[in-house]
T-cell receptor, first 115, second 113 residues
Framework: AQSVTQLDSQVPVFEEAPVELRCNYSSSVSVYLFWYVQYPNQGLQLLLKYLSGSTLVKGINGFEAEFNKSQTSFHLRKPSVHISDTAEYFCAVSVAQGGSEKLVFGKGTKLTVNP | KAGVTQTPRYLIKTRGQQVTLSCSPISGHRSVSWYQQTPGQGLQFLFEYFSETQRNKGNFPGRFSGRQFSNSRSEMNVSTLELGDSALYLC????????????FGPGTRLTVL
């Protein structure tokens, strides 16, 4: 079964510092990968997704992620974070099942940006 | 375009009761998926509906059911509520395929007392 591991449950950083949120997935023939962000008391918002092509994917709010097939990783990065980036971040893989698909999520990483 | 809407946003029920949650997808989206989010288990897939048919189901007991109407709106029902059903229930809509982005609603916070 497909699975997603987010290696850090909490990541504290200072404002304007770079950040990397790590994500590893179990391998599959074709992989579609996603990063979502959840602000308090809200639903999930898509940051970026990898379907195929270039392994470096750029998303909203200055985030980017790199797909590494050999390492089965899809780490999320931002060169300089803001207080407003404080949120929980979820990595997900799209799994084909019975002619349909579902998203399998990691446990999430809580990013706290301190002044 | 309006986003995914879920009603109600908050709900308090007691054990043994049943509950119905509603989800209105983005206009033109035919796929609706439901997820349960809890602090312990994280985000877990419940089921997915496409063109009024359940296409996919997660590992939840039969107390959890759903349906989709011809206008793509979806409802999920939980019968005989248990304390462990307390969670944020998220609905997501998409066009159809694995490549399509799932757009999430704000969720319904269910508390079972």
């Amino acid at each position: 079964a497909q699975s997603v591991t987010q290696l850090d449950s909490q990541v504290p950083v200072f404002e304007e510092a770079p950040v990397e949120l790590r994500c590893n997935y179990s391998s599959s023939v074709s992989v579609y990968l996603f990063w979502y962000v959840q602000y308090p008391n809200q639903g999930l918002q898509l940051l970026l997704k990898y379907l195929s092509g270039s392994t470096l994917v750029k998303g909203i709010n200055g985030f980017e992620a790199e797909f590494n097939k050999s390492q089965t990783s899809f780490h999320l990065r931002k060169p300089s974070v803001h207080i407003s980036d404080t949120a929980e971040y979820f990595c997900a893989v799209s799994v084909a099942q019975g002619g349909s698909e579902k998203l399998v999520f990691g446990k999430g990483t809580k990013l706290t940006v301190n002044p | 375009k309006a986003g995914v809407t879920q009603t109600p946003r908050y709900l308090i029920k007691t054990r043994g009761q049943q509950v119905t949650l509603s989800c209105s997808p983005i206009s033109g989206h035919r796929s609706v998926s439901w997820y349960q989010q809890t602090p312990g288990q994280g985000l877990q897939f419940l089921f997915e509906y496409f063109s009024e048919t359940q296409r996919n189901k997660g590992n939840f007991p039969g107390r959890f059911s759903g349906r989709q109407f011809s206008n793509s709106r979806s409802e999920m029902n939980v019968s005989t509520l248990e304390l462990g059903d307390s969670a944020l229930y998220l609905c997501a809509s998409s066009l159809a395929s694995r490549r399509d982005t799932q757009y999430f609603g704000p969720g319904t916070r269910l508390t079972v007392l």
